[in-house]
């Protein structure tokens, strides 16, 4: 992946995948930046060994937002441009069919918190500080924010945190719901690598259709999201892993799953 200047994307024998934001000092959310992030997840979206996906970033700060030195220089079209391509990465990151982590240290603040809300579960470290603070600066998050932090934490709570443009510490963000969970500075990654190894270690397909399921259903009256469970619970029926799991139970070890 040395063709990737500010992402770097590695791989682990057991499946889990890191995407780490490297553009120092604060992995501000720039052009070069975004090409990068789009052009990694293209690849991770055709990754079909991938089991689990944590994003982190390689220096003291998850992501402080957008380039503001940058936006500085561009034009209302350079703008209009820019934002969707932004969103689109949040898009993309959301829309990966395997569970994704947002490891988070430092400053994730606007684009940089739409980022973590993209993903499925925050571990968030206690020094780290994230909040959308779009309106502080005369605009509104364009890249997901004003949807995603609705749908995780409620209408309710979501204003407030958007009308306040407030950056929050790792406590409140735990005790409002956008943190899964809060560790300490030092154990960020190793409690990052752990949850991701416990998705790993489970079935992959069955994590795929369990994503598919929450997600494609959340939206949906309960009848109709029913159903689809129902269709992706059925995919899993024909799958080798159903049956290695049946098998290991039998002989009493744990099961060697093998993503079909």
Not at 48 to 55: A, E, P, Q, T, Y
Not at 82 to 89: D, E, G, I, K, T
Not at 111 to 116: I, S
Not at 203 to 220: E, H, M, T, V
């Amino acid at each position: 992946m040395s063709d990737l200047r500010f992402v770097k994307l590695e791989a682990a024998d057991d499946g889990v995948r890191s995407l780490s934001l490297d553009r120092p000092p604060v992995n501000a959310l720039g052009r070069e930046l975004v090409d990068d992030l789009l052009a990694a997840l293209g690849r991770l979206e055709r990754d079909g060994d991938c089991r689990c996906l944590v994003v982190r970033s390689s220096g003291a700060h998850f992501s402080a937002g957008a380039d503001l030195k940058e936006r500085r220089g561009m034009s209302l079209d350079d703008v209009r441009r820019f934002v969707p391509r932004l969103a689109s990465v949040c898009n993309g990151l959301a829309a990966l069919p395997f569970p994704t982590i947002a490891a988070v240290r430092g400053a994730a603040v606007g684009g940089g918190c739409e980022l973590c809300l993209a993903c499925d579960i925050r571990i968030v470290a206690e020094g780290a500080r994230i909040g959308l603070a779009e309106t502080s600066l005369g605009i509104i998050p364009g890249a997901g924010g004003t949807q995603r932090l609705p749908r995780l934490i409620g209408p309710m709570r979501a204003k407030r945190w958007i009308f306040t443009a407030a950056v929050y510490g790792a406590a409140q963000a735990h005790a409002d719901g956008v943190a899964d969970r809060v560790v300490p500075d030092q154990d960020l990654d190793r409690a990052a690598a752990d949850l991701a190894g416990a998705i790993a270690a489970c079935g992959p397909l069955a994590n795929r259709l369990a994503k598919r399921a929450i997600d494609g259903g959340s939206d949906l009256p309960l009848p109709r999201a029913l159903e689809l469970e129902w269709e992706c619970y059925q995919e899993t029926l024909a799958t080798e892993d159903r049956l290695e799991a049946l098998e290991a139970f039998s002989a009493k070890r744990k099961p060697r799953f093998r993503g079909r």
